[in-house]
């Protein structure tokens, strides 16, 4: 079983319509991406997104000191989970401390982490048992990260927020999932500038393959934006009072510059931030306009090909013959 979205977390999906295979996610970066242009972000109360910093020789050689590093990817591609865990893994065993936030465990989840930590200290299946409550993820494929996390003594925090909160926000609004206090905190309270809502809507609808209804749209942004708020601020929370450093495991659309996490870190931290997209190589026919337009999204990518996978698309086409019918769930 892998994530629902290859582009984000798991997200409500009220009829359980699939999410597009991560193939789409250039024609999905590209159009959002064009989307946020055309519309302008003046006057936007969140910061505006950082300018991208002056890429050193390999972006690995920043996994060091006070870098808070977001690096994405794409949920079910084994290749792009070994290579990200072989560049953590050389940056640990080279001294750097960071604390792990992680997407893939609801924050509720966080006491259950600490438990299995003092249960079985280096014990990752136990902890992704304990801990890992979450539907949709392949966790055999974070095993190996996590196990580094606990060989390495290293922070583990929870990032993510719940199926369960998120429906109620796409349901009923943020009210559902955070209290006041709470919303002001995370910066939810701020109007968000039309041309993010609109690319999102927009990014959202294409991960579904068009198959979301319309009605569903506004619901489905305010929970992704919820999600973002929420893992930039457990970045917040734990940042070392000495300055140390963060890495966030995270879906690629969470990580973008210019709709996800960065956007609700605040200036001080975005100049620190690292964004890294672990995706699949440009499918035939997506046009170099649209693959510059996604790599603007992140500091740097690591690219592998694409896996073999069913296309989801297909199970939202009505029948052969029967053009007139509602698409199917699947």
């Known amino acids: 079983m892998r994530a629902s979205c290859s582009n984000s977390a798991p997200t409500e999906r009220p009829s359980d319509t699939p999410c597009h295979p991560a193939r789409r996610h250039w ?10 242009g055309a519309l302008g972000l003046a006057g936007c109360a969140l910061p505006s997104a950082p300018p991208r910093p002056a890429a050193p020789p390999g972006w690995q050689s920043r996994l060091r000191g006070n870098t808070l590093a977001l690096l994405g ?11 990200r865990l072989t560049a953590l893994r050389a940056a640990f065993e080279a001294g750097w401390r960071p604390t792990v936030v992680m997407e893939q465990f609801d924050t509720e989840r966080q006491d259950a982490i600490e438990r299995a930590r003092s249960e079985r200290p280096d014990d990752a299946a136990h902890l ?4 890992g409550a979450a539907r949709g993820w392949d966790w055999p494929l974070y095993e190996p990260l996590i196990a ?14 719940s199926r369960a909160r998120a429906s109620g ?9 955070f209290p006041p206090e709470e ?19 927009h990014e959202i609808d294409v991960a579904h393959c068009g198959g979301m209804p319309a009605a569903m749209l506004d619901g489905m942004a305010r929970a992704q934006f919820a999600r973002d708020a929420l893992m930039a601020e457990r970045i917040r929370a734990y940042v070392p009072a000495g300055g140390g450093g963060v890495v966030l495991i995270a ?9 996800g996490v960065p956007r609700w870190l605040g200036t001080g931290l975005q100049n620190r931030t690292l964004v890294v997209g672990f995706i699949e190589r440009r499918p035939p026919g997506v046009t170099p306009d649209t693959v510059a337009a996604a790599s603007a999204a992140y500091d740097a990518t ?8 069913p296309d989801p698309c297909r199970a939202l086409m009505p029948p052969p013959g029967r053009p007139g019918d509602p698409p199917a769930s699947g």
Do not use: F, K, M
């Open 148 to 161: 580094l996390v606990l060989r390495q003594r290293l922070l583990l925090v929870a990032g993510n927020l």
């Open 27 to 36: 024609l999905s970066l590209g159009a959002a991406t064009a989307t946020l």
């Open 128 to 131: 992704i048992t304990r801990a």
């Open 183 to 201: 919303q002001a905190r995370l910066g939810l309270t701020q109007p968000l500038p039309a041309g993010l809502e609109a690319a999102q809507r």
């Open 251 to 259: 879906g690629n659309g969470h990580v973008r510059r210019d709709l």
């Open 169 to 177: 926000v796409v349901r009923q609004g943020y009210g559902a999932a």
């Open 73 to 83: 990817e794409t949920h079910d591609h084994p290749e792009l989970h070994q290579r």
């Open 302 to 309: 690591v690219a592998a090909e694409p896996v073999d996978r």
